[in-house]
C-alpha cells in the first residue's frame, strides 16, 4: 500500500509538470506567473496542474501515515514535507527554465545585453 502512494505522488508530479510544459508550448513567449492563472491557459492545463498538485499531496500525506503508524518514534511529518517538495520541484525548475528562456530571447531580439 505504500508504494502506491508514492506511485500516486509521482504521477501527480508528473501530471503538474505536463500541465506547466503544455502550456509553455501553446503560448511560446509568455513568461509562467506563480501567483495567477496565466493568460491563454486552457481549462485543461489547468486541470492537469491542479490533478497533480492534489495526487502529489494525497501520496505523500497518505505514505506519511502508513508509515508513522508502523514505525514507533517520531512522526513522518517532516520527511512528508520533504517529499511534497522533492515531487513540485521538478515542475518549478522546468517553469523557471522556460521562464529565463523566454527573458534571455526578450533581450537578444530587443539587442541589450
Do not use: D
Not at 501553446?26 to 509562467?32: C, K, Y
Not at 491542479?50 to 517532516?78: D, H, N, Q, Y
Amino acid at each position: 500500500m505504500e508504494t502506491l502512494w508514492i506511485v500516486l505522488a509521482v504521477i501527480g508530479a508528473a501530471c503538474y509538470a505536463g500541465g506547466v510544459i503544455a502550456y509553455a508550448r501553446s503560448n511560446p513567449g509568455t513568461v509562467i506567473p506563480w501567483s495567477k492563472q496565466p493568460e491563454g491557459e486552457k481549462p485543461w492545463m489547468a486541470v492537469l496542474r491542479g490533478i497533480g498538485i492534489v495526487l502529489v499531496l494525497l501520496g505523500v500525506v497518505m505514505w506519511a501515515i502508513t508509515r508513522s503508524a508502523t514505525w514507533e518514534g517520531p512522526g513522518l511529518g517532516w520527511l512528508a514535507g520533504l517529499l511534497i517538495v522533492a515531487f513540485l520541484l521538478p515542475a518549478a525548475i522546468v517553469i523557471m527554465v522556460v521562464n529565463s528562456r523566454i527573458s534571455r530571447n526578450e533581450k537578444e531580439r530587443h539587442g541589450r545585453p
